[in-house]
């Protein structure tokens, strides 16, 4: 068995690295538009949070299938105003698809998801065995 160093912001460039990675092979790629994400790691969990704006909760498609995070949906929302013989109709609509790889530390069983004013949150703990363990050291 080989002793290697501890990279303490390793895990966190790994997963920034596969979720840029993920990010290009798909995210665009059959989209109409890509909502922005904030991604964080937390000692226990991932956590990424996802604009939405306009997007009904039943619209939103999340899947996790041979270690990738899929998100997809669709939008469409139509505003009509008149005003002293002016009318003005603005549609807005279009399909997303995002995709991240996630790295050999999440949990695919316990991943969630819900929606609150127009910011999707997914929360992926991290499994047991990857959990930060604390050695206690004895004095001899």
């Not at 991932?46 to 949906?73: C, N, Q, R, W, Y």
Request: hydrophobic share 35%; no cysteine.
């Amino acid at each position: 068995m080989a002793i290697t160093r501890y990279e303490p912001w390793g895990l966190l460039n790994q997963l920034q690295r596969e979720l840029e990675r993920g990010a290009v092979e798909g995210s665009t790629a059959t989209a109409e538009w890509a909502p922005t994400v904030d991604i964080k790691e937390e000692p226990e969990r991932f956590l990424i949070h996802a604009d939405i704006p306009g997007v009904e909760p039943e619209k939103i498609d999340v899947s996790m299938e041979d270690g990738v995070l899929t998100i997809k949906g669709e939008k469409k929302t139509e505003a009509e105003s008149e005003k002293e013989g002016y009318k003005r109709v603005e549609r807005t609509y279009g399909s997303f698809y995002r995709r991240f790889s996630l790295p050999d530390t999440a949990n695919p069983d316990a991943i969630s998801a819900a929606s609150k004013h127009g910011v999707l949150e997914i929360v992926i703990p991290k499994r047991e065995a990857v959990q930060p363990k604390k050695i206690n050291v004895t004095v001899q």
